[in-house]
Structure formats: C-alpha cells, structure tokens
C-alpha cells in the first residue's frame, strides 16, 4: 500500500514530508480550493517521491505550465474531464490519474472508457467540493468495482479507519490519498499524525 499525502504548500511542511516514508505529493491547482498552490515552493523533493498536479476541469496549456513548473510526475483530473481528453494527455506523454466522485448511486461502467488512456483511477466521495469533503463513501461499493485498472482510496480517511482499509483485501487497491484529515490548516499538515498514519499502515510501532 503506497501514501500520497495531498494539498502541499508550505516549504517547511514539505522539507519535513519528505522525511516520511510517503510515495506521492499532491500539488492543488485548483483556484477555488483552500489548498491552491501558484507556485512551486522553492524546496527539493526527495528522490523517489512521485510529483502529482491535481487539476479540473484544465485546459492542455495549463497542464504544460504547472507541469513544467514542478516538473509533475502525474496529472490527476479531478473534474469533468473527457475520455478524449485523457487520451489526449496520454498520447502527449503524460501519466494519468483520473479521479471519480462516489455515491452509492455510483454506475462504475463510466469508468470504460478511461481505462486505456490512465494510469490509476482515484475513488474520492461525491460531496459540494470537488475533493477535500473530508467524509468517506461506502467502502462496501467497492465490491461493484469490475474495472482491472489500480486505484487510489480517498475521502475522509483518517488514523481511525486504516485497519478497515488494511482488511478490505482489494488487490487493485494500492494507494490511500489523504488530506484535510491530517491537517492543523488548510494546506499545513500534521506531520506527527502522518508518522503515525505510516507507522500504522506497516505495522510498525510509534514511538
């Protein structure tokens, strides 16, 4: 199970994420979130630690800038965006992360057409946001999910829920995306809880 610890901007928060044993850092470029980042924290990012760029609904000019900018390993679409135009980024070279609003009315053949064209999926709650609702959907759906491609649990996970995540023995579930539950502020992380996030997630103990 892999980690991205999502909505960074703050230059000492990030020196010290880096220092976890985390696998991906979410960047927001999304200007109506809290955690909007306009740009690059002049700050190194550890080797190993993949650079995500969450966007909605962008244009492909957007998505070269801030690609360029803070040179992005993936680009996580977390809006509307059409089959076409990840298939579009796709063909230009880039990884794609297509996230998906979830509700128990959920029709998970939506995702078809996007399976040729990303990387992962990304299973978020369907909430008035377009991510960073801070609730978690019913896991139980999860059982609906026929596609063959990897996914990203997020939405309202927190220390509480982890074990439950750990016991849901979904092989294609390789990531947990966390956010406004380990925050002391809107794009400021706890970094204390995340060490505990890590330590409970590979069963070491915290000390």
Known sequence: MRIKVCGMRNE???IGLCELPIDFIGFIFYPKSARYVPKMPPVEIRSGIKRVGVFVNPTMSEIATRSNEFKLDYIQL???????FCKKLNQNGY???K???IDDKFDFRIMDGYESSCDFFL????GKSYGGNGIAFNWGILKKYESKKKFFLSGGIDLSNIE???NLNIPLLVAIDVNSKFEIEPALKDLNKIKQLTDQLFDKKTT
Do not use: M, Y
């Not at 977390?78 to 076409?84: A, I, P, W």
């Not at 299973?123 to 369907?126: A, F």
């Open 12 to 14: 000492d928060n990030i």
């Open 78 to 84: 977390h809006g509307n965006e059409s089959e076409n």
């Open 95 to 97: 990884k794609v992360i």
């Open 99 to 101: 996230a998906f609003s």
């Open 123 to 126: 299973l978020d709650t369907k």
């Open 164 to 166: 439950r995540i750990k």
